[in-house]
């Protein structure tokens, strides 16, 4: 008897998962599209195999629209569905009503208006079905047909969306409308709340190009975290529904010119295929353009147009949205892009300028992903490593915010303090500024390898041109003080001015280099770091016054020791590193006058410097931060 009941319990066990929705889709679930199968088994989050297709994009109120549910491939079969039509401006708002043209393979339902909803009738395969769906006569604007699609009991999708189909009053349909005017049953419109996935659910406030993203597609945008956060200056939507590969693209509030997706074989420019969005005459117009890689640019000359639809396009408060389907596999330049088994680098760029041909550079934001992909897949997309970007930043700062600094006000003001103390040889305050001066060129030449053995080439900018004549200047100054002429000889003023010359012309073009890089999108750096940038100048300059103030009063006289005032004040430039016996035993028997004061700052001095090549690194290696009066309130509330 127990056995008897064990085989029966695992029959039915077996027997129950393999019977999808017997009867069709129960009005009880009218609300949320979503089946209650096995106690609650979830929706699948994969690509569906599956799409819902209008077999035209217009037609006119009160017409027929013939509307298919096809399989990606063709052998995959399907048992159940259960499908409406929404308002795409109320998506709560259900639309029209259906037609019955089979009964044996569908059951119309009432969901609180007249067969205002299609499902099975049997749990038997099917693939490719047609259904006819009657448009409201009292209605104009865009629909999109929603629906659950079960391939068995314990694997359907729910929210598979149509492409979107506009109605247009009756009689104002374009020619080649698949429409057929109708007076039978007043058309019905009713109201139900759309379903919302549990693993995608989000305030009503979300834009909806986040909604799905990493669970039903795959999102990628700059600054690099910005999708988490839903603040993306650009952002790119990749929904693969069987053969269909659907972009969806969006720019923020910046006014750009344009919004493109690339997809590369590389994670660098240059023949990559590409899809711009651009506004014109106050609508959004799409192109197919190519990259090359030199000189760098992108065109629309020579690249078919034929193989991606605009499907979906807007433009409100310089915000630009597209929607846009690629073909599956298709050539540009000659070099084949199959989007089924090739996997590829997402690019995504915006710029404040476009004309009729191409659009221009990147100027406000450019990301790549990290590495290549294949679409289909949905998960997280990251962007490419920036270590190299961010090591580059941390050593630019600490060579020129922080040791170049020191080392220059040592060589300047600290000539005669420490006198008689020596270190490695070498008086005190030259054995300081040449190991400041090691550091900061050491520095500088690894930062410069590491960014171009980064970025694989040379790119021009404001930034890049200061930096490099920084580098250059930089990079000759050991090799000038190696060479320099003894102490004594006539050209040694000549060098001892030169090298000064260098060496601050160096640290200005630094410090303006730095400022160019905080407008870098690349960098990732916020706006209010030029404050920080600005105090640095402005702690600096006032601590090189109080210095020269104090060095002038020597000179003026105000110290009571006129002798050794004299010797303590002469002029900097008179020798770069004086030898041990360039001053006669008396004249090197104390310091200069003011030494306590100027050990005393020095340590001030530095105390503040490091402060800032600190703040400036954690800055730059956690970039992008962001700081503003909304993240802050946001940060309370949370």
Same mark, same amino acid.
């Given at each position: ?44 989050? =994969? ?75 049997? =749990? ?14 009292? !209605? ?74 990493? &669970? ?7 600054? @690099? ?13 990749? =929904? ?14 910046? +006014? ?86 090739? /996997? ?33 897949? #949905?998960?997280?997309?990251?962007? +490419?490593? /920036? ?10 700062? =600490? ?64 930034? $890049? ?17 190696? !060479? +320099? ?5 006539? +050209? ?98 104390? &310091? ?22 600190? $703040?400036?690194?954690?800055? #730059?290696?956690?970039?992008?931060? @962001? ?12």
């Amino acid at each position: 008897m127990w056995s008897m009941l064990s085989v029966v319990v695992v029959l039915s066990a077996l027997i129950t998962p393999s019977i999808t929705l017997p009867n069709g889709a129960p009005t009880s679930v009218c609300n949320t599209l979503l089946p209650f199968h096995g106690g609650g088994i979830p929706p699948l989050t =994969t690509t569906s195999p599956f799409r819902i297709t209008p077999v035209t994009s217009v037609i006119g109120s009160g017409q027929v629209l013939q509307v298919e549910i096809e399989s990606f491939p063709a052998s995959v079969v399907f048992k159940g569905f259960m499908v409406q039509a929404r308002n795409r401006q109320a998506p709560n708002q259900v639309l029209g009503r259906f037609e019955l043209t089979d009964e044996d393979a569908i059951k119309l339902i009432n969901c609180g208006g007249q067969d205002d909803t299609a499902t099975h009738t049997n =749990t038997k395969t099917k693939k490719d079905l047609a259904l006819e769906w009657i448009a409201p006569s009292d !209605f104009t604007g865009e629909i999109v047909f929603n629906g659950t699609i079960a391939q068995d009991y314990d694997k359907f999708w729910v929210g598979i969306e149509s492409s979107p189909v506009k109605i247009v009053a009756s009689g104002q349909s374009p020619p080649g409308v698949v429409g057929i005017s109708t007076s039978r049953r007043p058309p019905v419109t009713t109201t139900v709340p759309s379903y919302v996935s549990p693993t995608v659910a989000k305030t009503e406030s979300v834009d909806p190009i986040y909604q799905g993203c990493g &669970d039903i597609k795959g999102c990628f945008g700059f600054p @690099e975290g910005c999708v988490d956060s839903q603040s993306c200056q650009a952002i790119v939507a990749t =929904t693969v529904q069987g053969e269909r590969y659907i972009f969806e693209m969006k720019s923020g509030s910046k +006014r750009p010119a344009y919004i493109a997706v690339g997809l590369s074989m590389d994670d660098r420019m240059g023949d990559d295929s590409v899809i711009e969005c651009v506004p014109e005459q106050g609508t959004v117009n799409a192109y197919a353009s190519w990259t090359f890689a030199g000189p760098y640019g992108v065109s629309r000359e020579g690249i078919a147009q034929n193989f991606f639809r605009l499907l979906e396009k807007t433009y409100n408060d310089g915000e630009i949205y597209c929607r846009v389907e690629r073909d599956a596999v298709s050539t540009v330049k000659g070099q084949k892009f199959d989007l089924i088994n090739g /996997k590829y680098h997402l690019m995504v760029a915006v710029g404040s300028k476009a004309d009729s041909t191409h659009v221009s550079y990147h100027d406000i934001g450019r990301h790549v992903s990290g590495a290549p992909m294949a679409l289909a897949e #949905v998960g997280p997309v990251m962007g +490419r490593g /920036k270590l190299m970007v961010r090591l580059h930043g941390a050593f630019m700062l =600490t060579a020129w915010i922080g040791t170049a600094s020191l080392g220059i006000l040592l060589a300047r003001y600290f000539r005669q303090t420490w006198v008689g103390s020596q270190l490695c040889g070498k008086d005190q305050w030259f054995a300081w500024h040449r190991f400041m001066m090691v550091i900061t060129w050491t520095l500088t030449i690894a930062g410069f390898i590491i960014i171009f053995v980064d970025l694989g080439r040379w790119s021009p900018s404001p930034h $890049a041109f200061v930096g490099l004549a920084t580098t250059i200047i930089c990079f000759l100054q050991p090799i000038g003080a190696y !060479f +320099r002429p003894h102490p004594g000889t006539k +050209r040694r003023p000549v060098f001892n001015w030169l090298h000064w010359l260098g060496g601050n012309l160096a640290h200005i073009l630094a410090i303006v280099a730095i400022f160019f890089a905080v407008k870098l999108q690349k960098a990732e750096l916020p706006d209010w770091l030029d404050f920080i940038l600005i105090a640095f100048v402005a702690f600096h300059v006032i601590m090189h016054l109080i210095f020269s103030i104090f060095f002038w009063m020597q000179i003026g006289g105000c110290v009571t020791d006129r002798r050794n005032s004299q010797r303590v004040t002469s002029f900097p430039m008179a020798d770069m590193t004086p030898s041990r016996n360039s001053m006669s035993s008396g004249e090197r028997k104390q &310091d200069a006058a003011f030494g306590g004061f100027r050990k005393v700052m020095l340590f001030f001095y530095t105390l503040i410097i490091v402060a800032f090549v600190i $703040a400036l690194v954690v800055i #730059v290696v956690l970039a992008p931060i @962001e700081v503003t009066v909304e993240s802050i309130k946001k940060q309370i509330m949370n």
